[in-house]
């Protein structure tokens, strides 16, 4: 499996706050069964983004090397978890490409963009409209945890059809508020278009919000198929990132 959104660097952001915190994370990873995972810290204005990266370039080094110390197979990409603004396309993005997911240079940019907690997840039609203007492609993260996610299933539908990517947290699927609200409604979006959902921890802390995806796994399984569980925790990840 792939995980392509989590916070497993050390002390760069509200994720792993140690090199300790971080080796936990990166275990839970390989005994999960995942073998890739793109680092991706938070960049919220008004960070600096050059000194945010260069923080970032600094705990992927330091990891790196302790995930080879410690002997974890596990293989670290770069990434971030962008918080939406209206400069992102237009600006943000073609200036700063290291913030942007690893993709192949032949396909289209993607980016994993959060929007204020605050929001309503209907924001994301003209996030979206913005990213296609200017040549790039939006993987919303998290739209379960936006204000009307439940009312707007009909909106996030039409939104697949004209090309966005969702990334759900797999713990809303199993566990707690999320789980009680929108397992269901997740689902249902998951089943509409495969292809172009993904799952991914969000990790930030073994024990809290640890670095899994099986957890998941039976009641995807058992609603939608292997297939589906495959496409969103490998494949689609694979086919975007040209992995």
Sequence with gaps: MIDLHCHLLPAI????????????????????????VVATPHFRHPVDFQQQLQARK????????????????LNLLEGGEITANGHLFREVFPKFPALLLPTPPDSTPTALVELPLDLEVAHAQGLLFEAQLNGFQLLLAHPERY??????????????????????????????????RHAKP????????????FLASDAHHPTFRPC????????????????????????????????
């Design 13 to 36: 952001d509200d994720g792993a706050q140690s090199l300790e915190e971080t080796l936990a994370l990166a275990r839970q990873a390989v005994e999960d069964g995942i073998h890739t």
């Design 58 to 73: 600094t705990a992927l080094q330091a990891t790196r090397e302790a995930l080879q110390r410690e002997n974890i197979p």
């Design 147 to 180: 204000p009307g996610f439940r009312n707007n299933i009909p909106l996030l539908k039409s939104l697949l059809d004209k090309g966005i990517l969702l990334q759900f947290n797999q713990e809303s699927l199993r566990t707690g508020f999320f789980h009680a």
């Design 186 to 197: 997740i689902l249902d979006l998951m089943a509409y278009a495969p292809q172009q959902v």
């Design 212 to 243: 899994r995806l099986s957890p998941a796994k039976t009641l995807v399984t058992q609603t939608l198929g292997e297939n589906s569980w495959s496409l969103m925790t490998f494949h689609n990840q694979q086919r975007i990132m040209g992995l």
